[in-house]
């Protein structure tokens, strides 16, 4: 069976992805690139059969997954890549109606979390595929991840930035897991050596990135327009890891989207049987 990844095309998945590939003969495997809203979309109808993907879409359909140990993308506090861009503080935005990007499932219910929750705030929501400039001229704020996030960062034109890493860290003192790596049932049934295998190969890739940043940044194309030393400086703000204490803040996450409505129930955390 040749093992098809979604491979989302952000800087924040470079390190593991690079180690990878450059680290272990991946031939067999078959790399599908999108953004986090497409590969949650392929992951549900069986186009590829795992991805590091939205925490939130392992929350909609848990009966078809299992999670993949000791990986995610995460952070504890500041993210620097998942941002609200506002044209006011953030306790104006009462009433108003926020901008969404399109790329993302699980930052926009977190961003509906916090400002419910955290800040008090009564919002409507709308998705817009409208560049910074332009979606702020018809929205107060936007909500911006990945790339287009870190690169309206370095604009440094907007006057009021969110770090939504930062905000669910000091409302819950918990890390935020943006995407889980996230198996199909499917494809582990009759096929467990192979994920096994790329689940070895996928925990020594981040141990090799976790030492690596600099080497990385030397040589991919993110380091064209952000720049090295800022460039290693975002991906040491990320976490990889999924320990116990990430899996705190992935269950309070699903409680707060159960409880707005967001999910139907809690879903059961399913880990990939390594045996």
């Known amino acids: 069976m040749t093992l098809r990844i979604g491979q989302i095309g952000y800087a924040n998945v470079t390190p593991i992805f690079t180690a990878l590939t450059r680290n272990f003969p991946t031939f067999t495997y078959q790399f599908v690139r999108g953004v986090p809203s497409h590969l949650n979309a392929l992951l549900a109808n069986g186009g590829i059969d795992l991805c590091p993907s939205s925490s939130i879409a392992?929350?909609?359909?848990?009966?078809?997954?299992?999670?993949?140990?000791?990986?995610?993308?995460?952070?504890?506090?500041?993210?620097?890549?998942?941002l609200l861009f506002s044209r006011v503080p953030?306790?104006?935005?009462?009433?108003?109606?926020?901008?969404?990007?399109?790329?993302?499932?699980?930052?926009?219910?977190?961003?509906?979390?916090?400002?419910?929750?955290?800040?008090?705030?009564?919002?409507?929501?709308?998705r817009t595929s409208l560049p910074l400039a332009q979606a702020l001229e018809t929205f107060p704020a936007i909500l911006l991840i990945g790339d287009a996030?870190?690169?309206?960062?370095?604009?440094g034109r907007v006057e009021h930035v969110y770090d939504?890493?930062?905000?669910?860290?000091?409302?819950?003192?918990?890390?935020?897991?943006?995407?889980?790596?996230?198996?199909?049932?499917?494809?582990v049934e009759g096929n467990h050596g192979e994920v096994a295998a790329l689940l070895s190969q996928l925990r020594e890739a981040k141990r090799i990135a976790y030492?690596?940043?600099?080497?990385?940044?030397?040589?991919?194309?993110?380091?064209?327009?952000?720049?090295?030393?800022?460039?290693?400086?975002?991906?040491?703000?990320?976490?990889?890891?999924?320990?116990p204490f990430h899996l705190q803040g992935v269950k309070e996450f699903f409680r707060y989207a159960t409880e707005m409505g967001i999910l139907p129930r809690e879903p059961v955390i399913r880990i990939f049987p390594e045996i």
């Not at 929350?59 to 890549?81: F, H, N, Q, T, W």
């Not at 104006?92 to 419910?116: F, Q």
């Open 90 to 126: 953030l306790n104006e935005l009462e009433g108003s109606t926020v901008g969404l990007t399109t790329d993302s499932d699980t930052s926009v219910n977190l961003l509906r979390i916090l400002l419910s929750r955290s800040h008090g705030l009564s919002n409507s929501f709308e």
């Open 149 to 155: 996030a870190l690169r309206g960062s370095m604009d």
């Open 211 to 243: 030492e690596s940043y600099e080497a990385i940044a030397a040589t991919c194309e993110e380091e064209q327009w952000m720049g090295r030393e800022r460039l290693v400086d975002y991906w040491r703000c990320i976490s990889y890891d999924l320990t």
């Open 164 to 187: 939504l890493g930062e905000e669910w860290f000091r409302f819950t003192g918990l890390p935020f897991v943006f995407a889980l790596w996230i198996v199909r049932r499917e494809a």
């Open 58 to 82: 392992y929350a909609k359909s848990p009966e078809l997954y299992y999670l993949l140990p000791d990986l995610s993308i995460s952070s504890i506090g500041p993210v620097k890549s998942v």
